[in-house]
């Protein structure tokens, strides 16, 4: 039987797919050093774990409402208020099956087919994905490694057409760790105020893992953006809770998180209910936890960074959050011998073969560039131990070694 032709548009994550080939061949037995998985290695937290069984014994197991626990919902919007200065009602909030499902619902409910939808690059892998499955047009914004992967408002503005109905901002960003000061959001608003049919998607995963700065996203820097902004976040980054599944969203919008809220009623309903008590705990509880994880997320960072500029033809940034770096290859790809291998392996581009090469030869896995819209480039996560990082990235050095 022939299947449904809109799968044709999308690519299978690239993320996920590194992260599974490099467990089957630790389960193979092989000594493989994994930089591609995106979440924190740490154990969720014993107060958020302690929430969720003691709504297990309480017998909180039925279904839950489809936008979320009244709880849940309240305490987001008592973060929200707290930690933004921004104030969303229960009602103005949805709680989905993981960040990944709030971006979902929220392309399909929003974005018709046609519709212009700006990305900047380097930027995560499933954004461009999910606009594709709501007939959006993926339209990209370069970046430089000189200028931090980061657009200027000429930049923004030049993208901007009368078809363009979102811009999509990740900060601290995935795979780069770049993070958008205040004024830089700022100038930027400048720019989205001359366009009012554009909306502003800000996608806050990382929110709390910044390490040299106060956070803020476009509504907090610019309040009278806040009536066309959607705000997406969860508790997987900050809270260690990846296999919880459970996101948010908050927006003003008139009609949206109703129309979300039903397309979530026609697949996943609410998400799961004991869950939704422990991330109750995650939210007013002691936050501690992540203040301990940023804190060994920065020694990570520091010295991830360092070893990589000595790596001879690789730079690399340092990120101000998320627990990312993304160096730039440019000068080794133009290895003569490194040249010759890759254009006679055939493979689309250089940091493809890279990658592909690094992990036959050193066990090394990480994610390619263009993966994330930008070539002689890869994203290395450091949620990983630090002695995992250090083995690593001797094996990376030793790799380029061979070409020198």
Not at 40 to 51: G, S
Not at 56 to 83: C, D, M, N
Not at 280 to 292: I, Y
Request: proline share 5%.
């Amino acid at each position: 039987m022939k299947l449904a032709e809109r799968l044709s548009i999308i690519q299978p994550s690239p993320t996920l797919a590194i992260t599974s080939l490099a467990k089957k061949m630790q389960r193979e037995g092989r000594d493989v050093v994994g930089f591609g998985a995106g979440e924190p290695d740490f154990d969720t937290p014993n107060h958020i774990k302690d929430a969720a069984i003691r709504a297990l014994q309480e017998g909180k197991t039925k279904y839950a409402p489809v936008p979320g626990i009244v709880e849940l919902r309240e305490a987001i919007s008592q973060k929200f208020a707290k930690e933004n200065g921004l104030h969303f009602s229960p009602e103005e909030i949805l709680v989905s099956v993981g960040g990944k499902h709030a971006l979902y619902n929220f392309f399909q409910a929003f974005i018709n087919p046609g519709d212009e939808v700006i990305i900047i690059k380097p930027y995560w892998v499933s954004y461009a994905d999910i606009a594709l499955l709501a007939g959006a047009k993926p339209v990209y914004i370069d970046t430089k490694f000189e200028n931090g992967f980061k657009i200027k408002p000429e930049d923004l503005e030049s993208a901007i057409t009368s078809k363009t109905k979102l811009l999509v901002m990740n900060s601290p960003s995935n795979p780069a760790g770049v993070y958008y000061q205040k004024q830089e959001l700022q100038e930027l608003a400048q720019v989205i105020l001359k366009y009012p049919q554009v909306a502003i998607l800000t996608d806050d995963i990382y929110e709390k893992i910044l390490y040299d700065a106060e956070f803020c996203n476009f509504p907090m820097a610019d309040p009278s953006l806040l009536d066309r902004t959607i705000i997406i976040n969860g508790l997987s980054k900050a809270y260690s809770m990846t296999g919880w599944r459970l996101g948010y969203t908050a927006s003003k919008i008139p009609g949206l998180i109703a129309a979300m809220s039903k397309l979530q009623g026609q697949s996943t309903s609410g998400a799961t209910t004991f869950a939704q008590y422990g991330a109750v705990a995650a939210l007013t509880g002691d936050q501690s936890c992540v203040a301990e994880m940023v804190s060994a997320f920065r020694k990570r960072r520091d010295y991830i960074v360092q070893a990589i500029n000595e790596i001879p033809g690789l730079k690399v940034n340092q990120p101000d959050g998320a627990f990312y770096v993304f160096p730039d290859m440019s000068e080794f790809a133009q290895n003569d011998k490194f040249q010759k291998e890759w254009k006679e392996s055939g493979k689309a581009s250089a940091d493809m073969y890279f990658a592909e090469k690094l992990l036959e030869q050193k066990e090394v896995a990480l994610v390619p560039g263009s993966a994330f819209g930008v070539e002689n480039a890869f994203r290395i996560s450091y949620a990983t131990s630090s002695d995992q990082i250090e083995k690593g990235i001797k094996r990376i050095h030793e790799f380029v070694k061979t070409y020198l």
